[in-house]
Nanobody
Framework: QVQLVESGGGLVQAGGSLRLSCAFS????????VGWFRQAPGKERESVAG????????YLADSVKGRFTISRDNAKNTVYLQMNSLKPEDTAIYYC?????????????????WGQGTQVAVSS
């Protein structure tokens, strides 16, 4: 059974940076495409970023392009979301999700496994 554990969230001032980590276990990590989603209070969960199983393709939502980057280290079974120039509107719970060998998906239904989330709060 795949397990995903997010870490790295916290409280940061606007303009600051955080790096989120998504630790994967239970199956062969290099066979899974991973996405990051976020959900702000009162809003729907939205896609933020994604990276293909081999790292060859990445996706970033328009709202985070130029500020966030996604990467993976298959030797450490971990996907990272580096978040720079954070804004108050980035405040949300951030979730990572995984799907086997598929292309990057940007919808919730595109992923089979989910972590519990990590809170990111950006103060103005």
């Amino acid at each position: 059974q795949v397990q995903l554990v997010e870490s790295g969230g916290g409280l940061v001032q606007a303009g600051g940076s955080l790096r989120l980590s998504c630790a994967f276990s239970g199956r062969t990590f290099s066979a899974y495409t991973v996405g990051w989603f976020r959900q702000a209070p009162g809003k729907e969960r939205e896609s933020v970023a994604g990276i293909s199983w081999n790292g060859g393709s990445t996706y970033l939502a328009d709202s985070v392009k130029g500020r966030f980057t996604i990467s993976r280290d298959n030797a450490k079974n971990t996907v990272y979301l580096q978040m720079n120039s954070l804004k108050p509107e980035d405040t949300a719970i951030y979730y990572c999700a995984a799907r086997g060998f598929g292309s990057i998906a940007t919808t919730i239904n595109g992923y089979d496994y989910w972590g519990q989330g990590t809170q990111v709060a950006v103060s103005s």
